[in-house]
């Protein structure tokens, strides 16, 4: 079973702080995504990496992506009350055709 | 351009009783997916269609659970009969083909009593 796991899977910091949420696997991923969601609604996406040792930035975000394409980070500089909700990272194991998300990392930050 | 539709927005049964859900994506999406998504956990998925072929239904508890994609457009999942354990948000979601940027529909919150 492909499997991506999240850590850490909660997360309480005060405004101003950093924060690196990482997502693993034991299978190599295509392309990996990560996606943001609050309460009552469904997950929007925030960003695709699909070249290995990638690293893209979205304002105070900056997504990376694994060398081997099995692992990938999210690091939030300066975290604010709006960034707080459930990160999911998500994508479609090779060899395969289905599309799995992540265990979840939720975050809170405390104005 | 619309969005992902599923309905009900909510419902409540009691366990052993019957239940459906629909969906209708995104127009000229290929890709749609069913996943049940417990309070503060990733989705899981049950069931992955690439047009009315269904491409993934590994972690789909054939037992209770079916679904089905009528002329690769709508589709629907019916759970019967239905488990405590059910308890969940159940996301519909479409996308232009595999591994593409995913859209996602509001979701149906699901008690069983």
């Known amino acids: 079973t492909q499997l991506l796991e999240q850590s850490p899977q909660f997360l309480s910091i005060q405004e101003g702080e950093n924060l690196t949420v990482y997502c693993n696997s034991s299978?190599?991923?295509?392309?990996l995504q990560w996606y943001r969601q609050e309460p009552g609604e469904g997950p929007v996406l925030l960003v695709t990496?699909?070249?290995?040792?990638e690293v893209k930035k979205l304002k105070r975000l900056t997504f990376q992506f694994g060398d081997a394409r099995k692992d990938s980070s999210l690091h939030i500089t300066a975290a604010q009350p709006g960034d707080t909700g459930l990160y999911l990272c998500?994508?479609?194991?090779?060899?395969?055709?289905?599309?799995?998300f992540g265990t979840g990392t939720r975050l809170k930050v405390l104005a | 351009e619309a969005g992902v539709a599923q309905s009900p927005r909510y419902k409540i049964i009691e366990k052993r009783q019957s239940v459906a859900f629909w969906c209708n994506p995104i127009?000229?999406?290929?890709?749609l997916y069913w996943y049940q998504q417990i309070l503060g956990q990733g989705p899981k998925l049950l069931i992955q269609?690439?047009?009315?072929?269904?491409?993934?239904d590994s972690q789909l508890p054939k037992d209770r659970f079916s679904a089905e994609r009528l002329k690769g457009v709508d589709s629907t999942l019916k759970i019967q009969p239905a488990k405590l354990e059910d308890s969940a948000v159940y996301l519909c979601?479409?996308?232009?083909?595999?591994?593409?940027?995913?859209?996602f529909g509001s979701g149906t919150q699901l008690s069983v009593l």
């Open positions: 979601a479409s996308s232009p083909g595999w591994a593409e940027k995913l859209f």
């Open positions: 299978s190599v991923f295509s392309s």
């Open positions: 990496v699909v070249t290995g040792g």
């Open positions: 998500a994508g479609g194991p090779s060899g395969t055709y289905k599309y799995i």
């Open positions: 127009s000229g999406h290929a890709t």
């Open positions: 269609f690439q047009n009315n072929g269904v491409v993934d």
